[in-house]
């Protein structure tokens, strides 16, 4: 156990639909980083909080959100979901400064 | 654009071997480099990470080896075993690990008996 806790594991999901992933960080940890995987693309970096504040988005699409509350769980919010968007969706956390981020096992989306 | 570029895409590697992956960076900036170990059906684990002031840190059976120059990285493991059978991703980031990873795309690895 990484200590970085996501849920679901897996999801499964009709076209159009909106979803919505929860990350909890290692106890500590105030960076929360999203990051999909997929066949093609590989590890791609979506966004990051830091204590509750957004820091740095990356590939993020419009139709995609997320958001750090106050005891530093975060929440990816996919909406309008596309056949595209099947993917493993990992979060990391990490205390910063930090050499490494720990990630948590995943949530396996399938959009059918 | 693919900052990080990862090879061989897979690798066979005959127990008690050696295993050796490749990466190139492009973006001077980094400053930090972390290989990932990846088994299926779980998230990347940190394995080892090199900062670009060494050019070589070991830990157990794994080495990075750093060439600032030509901007390249590499990891070997040491008498490879079948437990080391995994996903491995290099990664790169800027400001020591405080700012988004950039990975490779990862090489598939089995060490066969």
């Known amino acids: 156990d990484s200590g970085v806790t996501q849920t679901p594991k897996h999801l499964i999901t009709a076209t159009g639909q909106r979803v919505t992933l929860r990350c909890s960080p290692r106890s500590g940890d105030l960076s929360v980083y999203w990051y999909q995987q997929s066949l093609d693309q590989g590890l791609q970096f979506l966004i990051q909080y830091y204590n509750g504040e957004e820091r740095a988005k990356g590939n993020i699409l419009e139709r995609f959100s997320a958001q750090q509350f106050p005891d530093l769980h975060s929440e990816l919010n996919l909406s309008s979901l596309e056949l595209g968007d099947s993917a493993l969706y990992f979060c990391?956390?990490?205390?910063?400064?930090?050499?490494?981020?720990?990630f948590g096992s995943g949530t396996r989306l399938t959009v059918v | 654009q693919q900052q990080v570029k990862q090879s061989p895409q897979s690798l066979i590697v005959q127990k008690g071997g050696i295993s050796i992956i490749n990466c190139a960076y492009e973006?001077?900036?980094?400053?930090?480099f972390p290989w990932y170990q990846q088994f299926p059906g779980k998230g990347p684990a940190l394995l080892i990470a090199i900062r670009p002031d060494v050019s070589e840190k070991k830990e157990g059976r794994f080495t990075i080896s750093f060439n600032k120059s030509a901007k390249q990285f590499s990891l070997h493991i040491m008498d490879s075993q079948p437990g080391d059978s995994a996903t491995y991703f290099c990664?790169?980031?800027?400001?020591?690990?405080?700012?988004?990873?950039?990975f490779g795309t990862g090489t598939r690895l089995t060490i066969i008996p």
């Open positions: 990391a956390s990490s205390v910063e400064p930090n050499y490494g981020y720990t």
């Open positions: 973006n001077t900036a980094f400053d930090y």
């Open positions: 990664a790169a980031s800027k400001n020591f690990g405080n700012e988004k990873l950039t």
